[in-house]
């Protein structure tokens, strides 16, 4: 099991099983968005309270939950690349980051539009949307260090330490709504008993989180890619890949 997961681990294996993996995961986040997309704005009913306003749920909640789902990966990728050396758990962790920041503005910003007519402002200072303001500038500050040291180990260790303790705020923004009073709604699918909301609109959503879920792991194996050229440019298996791509 050991020989397998050092063999994972090896960039020159990483990148030729991510070639492999790229085109289904990009076709899958293809259909399954359109899918996901026709059920919620064409299948789906209107809102009893809401209206069509309520659509934007399809693009708001799978962003809020990628830019939890990325810090977490990005964090165990950057402790497991500070604890035992592993140079591909760096570069995932460090291909995840902007990625990451995508998600969370995204949902920042779509927070933003639903809250105009629901709440009647842009932006309240709630528990859950201050927690994710939060988030994004952790990973705009893991992004800087990144940028801050131009040896790689550095910035990969110094980035990890940062994304591990910023671990506390996935709780804090995931509980929020439980934990304080705020604008923001409570959980609607995540609860135990059964969720609030019925399945013609649930089902497009589920579609739409796996949607968005492939693309991110569609467009990390694409940056790994190409941190692994920088990474390993020097090493005998890239220079035998340029020459032989060259011709």
Known sequence: MFTRFNQFASPKHFYDLSARLTPWFTWASILLLLAGLYGGLVLAPADYQQGDSFRIIYIHVPSAWMSLFVYVVMAMAGGIGLIWHVKIADIIARSSASLGASFTFLALATGSLWGK???????????????????????????????????????????????????????????????????????TITKFDAPSIHMSMLI????????????F???????????ILEYECNSTWVEELISNRSF
């Open 117 to 187: 007519p629901m709440w009647g402002t842009w932006w309240v200072w709630d528990a859950r949307l201050t927690s994710e303001l939060i988030l994004l500038f952790l990973y705009l500050g893991y992004i800087a260090l990144q940028s801050a040291f131009d040896d790689r180990r550095v910035a990969a260790r110094a980035g990890a330490v940062l994304a591990l303790v910023g671990l506390v705020n996935i709780p804090i923004i995931h509980y929020s709504v439980e934990w304080w009073s705020t604008l923001h709604q409570g959980p």
């Open 217 to 227: 792991i569609s467009v990390l194996l694409i940056r790994a890619r190409s941190e």
């Open 204 to 215: 497009p959503l589920l579609l739409m989180a796996l949607a968005f879920k492939s693309y």
